[in-house]
């Protein structure tokens, strides 16, 4: 059984590993104040072409979502988010529990929009309601789609002018920057944003994501905050080494750009059987529309997540590469899907 339903059941890179063993016997300051931590967040201010951001590295997406948004939101204010957003769909109604609202806007696309946000403000007239203050977007979004430079300039403008914070989950960051689609850079995403992040975790990291932080308003008393989320990681130099190594050369690109390689084999494939897609993915996640009569074969030898029934004989399923996907697996996979579609004699 070989699996697509994620792009982390690999623990992580055999450079990040060595790096690792080779540290191991070493005493390292912890909380992140080692030098491993301090190289990577050097190579990561090179990399942004910004010296003058803050840089954290937190264990784990949903903890950077909670942590960021709910000290960056005062009491009676909310975030807005894509229905499909992860901070609203897949954690556990993690912001709720900080007291922030999420509100969500319908997008087939997973993107947000100008004139999206501007219906939720429209709609949020006094103190009587929540108070917009934050748009949380992410690149790639939850159904595979990415913004486009002019896409994300447009909404940085709109949110400047209406006085909210832009917020980027870049769990995928890795997938988005090295697609076919892809116009932006991690400069431009600084330039573009007040906060984003860099996830290691979905990119050959055992663990990690490093926040960026931009806004001078968001900065104050971050590592308090960290600390009083259970998000400062005693032994810190741990997810320092691992930046360290995705960012000292092209690692980092070089994983994500193999991971994309690897869908693009699964959906020439796919297209080739005349099977369609939910959403317009050009990075390693697929959501092909199939018949249900071939999916309990097909999940015989790959393990893969169900999104939704499209009517009573198809559903849409997710695939999803990684950095470490075997490509005669991609092939094995076209070859069964192709020998499932053909009619029967």
């Given at each position: 059984?070989?699996?697509?339903?994620?792009?982390?059941?690999?623990?992580?890179?055999?450079?990040?590993?060595?790096?690792?063993?080779?540290?191991?016997?070493?005493?390292?300051?912890?909380?992140?104040?080692?030098?491993?931590?301090?190289?990577?967040?050097?190579?990561?201010?090179?990399?942004?072409?910004?010296?003058?951001?803050?840089?954290?590295?937190?264990?784990?997406?949903?903890?950077?979502?909670?942590?960021?948004?709910?000290?960056?939101?005062?009491?009676?204010?909310?975030?807005?988010?894509?229905?499909?957003?992860?901070?609203?769909?897949?954690?556990?109604?993690?912001?709720?529990?900080?007291?922030?609202?999420?509100?969500?806007?319908?997008?087939?696309?997973?993107?947000?929009?100008?004139?999206?946000?501007?219906?939720?403000?429209?709609?949020?007239?006094?103190?009587?309601?929540?108070?917009?203050?934050?748009?949380?977007?992410?690149?790639?979004?939850?159904?595979?789609?990415?913004?486009?430079?002019?896409?994300?300039?447009?909404?940085?403008?709109?949110?400047?002018?209406?006085?909210?914070?832009?917020?980027?989950?870049?769990?995928?960051?890795?997938?988005?920057?090295?697609?076919?689609?892809?116009?932006?850079?991690?400069?431009?995403?600084?330039?573009?944003?007040?906060?984003?992040?860099?996830?290691?975790?979905?990119?050959?990291?055992?663990?990690?994501?490093?926040?960026?932080?931009?806004?001078?308003?968001?900065?104050?008393d971050f590592r308090f905050l960290m600390k009083q989320r259970g998000?400062?990681?005693?032994?810190?130099?741990?997810?320092?080494?691992?930046?360290?190594e995705l960012f000292t050369d092209s690692l980092f690109y070089d994983?994500?750009?193999?991971?994309?390689?690897?869908?693009?084999?699964?959906?020439?494939?796919?297209?080739?059987?005349?099977?369609?897609?939910?959403?317009?993915?050009?990075?390693?996640?697929?959501?092909?529309?199939?018949?249900?009569?071939?999916?309990?074969?097909?999940?015989?030898?790959?393990?893969?997540?169900?999104?939704?029934?499209?009517?009573?004989?198809?559903?849409?399923?997710?695939?999803?590469?990684?950095?470490?996907?075997?490509?005669?697996?991609?092939?094995?996979?076209?070859?069964?899907?192709?020998?499932?579609?053909?009619?029967?004699?």
């Amino acid at each position: 059984m070989y699996s697509f339903n994620n792009d982390y059941s690999e623990c992580a890179h055999p450079r990040i590993l060595d790096a690792i063993v080779h540290a191991n016997l070493e005493q390292n300051n912890c909380y992140s104040q080692d030098v491993h931590t301090a190289h990577a967040i050097q190579l990561i201010h090179r990399e942004i072409e910004d010296n003058t951001a803050d840089i954290h590295i937190i264990p784990g997406g949903t903890q950077t979502n909670l942590l960021v948004i709910g000290s960056a939101l005062r009491p009676h204010q909310a975030v807005i988010a894509a229905e499909t957003g992860h901070i609203n769909v897949h954690e556990t109604g993690a912001i709720e529990a900080t007291g922030h609202k999420v509100l969500t806007a319908a997008s087939p696309d997973g993107k947000l929009t100008p004139d999206l946000v501007k219906q939720i403000l429209d709609s949020h007239t006094d103190e009587h309601m929540v108070m917009p203050k934050m748009v949380y977007i992410s690149n790639t979004t939850e159904i595979g789609t990415q913004y486009t430079l002019a896409e994300l300039t447009s909404l940085f403008l709109f949110c400047k002018k209406r006085h909210l914070y832009l917020f980027m989950d870049g769990a995928r960051m890795g997938a988005a920057l090295t697609s076919p689609a892809n116009d932006l850079t991690l400069a431009r995403i600084a330039e573009l944003t007040d906060i984003f992040y860099i996830g290691g975790t979905k990119n050959g990291a055992m663990c990690g994501e490093a926040l960026v932080i931009l806004n001078p308003a968001l900065k104050e008393d971050f590592r308090f905050l960290m600390k009083q989320r259970g998000a400062m990681f005693a032994k810190g130099f741990i997810l320092g080494i691992q930046f360290k190594e995705l960012f000292t050369d092209s690692l980092f690109y070089d994983l994500a750009r193999h991971s994309n390689q690897m869908a693009a084999i699964l959906r020439k494939g796919i297209e080739e059987c005349g099977y369609a897609f939910d959403s317009q993915s050009v990075s390693n996640q697929l959501f092909p529309i199939l018949p249900d009569s071939i999916l309990p074969r097909l999940s015989e030898e790959f393990l893969f997540s169900v999104q939704k029934k499209t009517d009573d004989s198809h559903t849409v399923i997710r695939l999803v590469t990684s950095w470490a996907t075997r490509e005669e697996e991609t092939h094995r996979f076209v070859r069964l899907l192709k020998s499932l579609s053909q009619p029967n004699p």
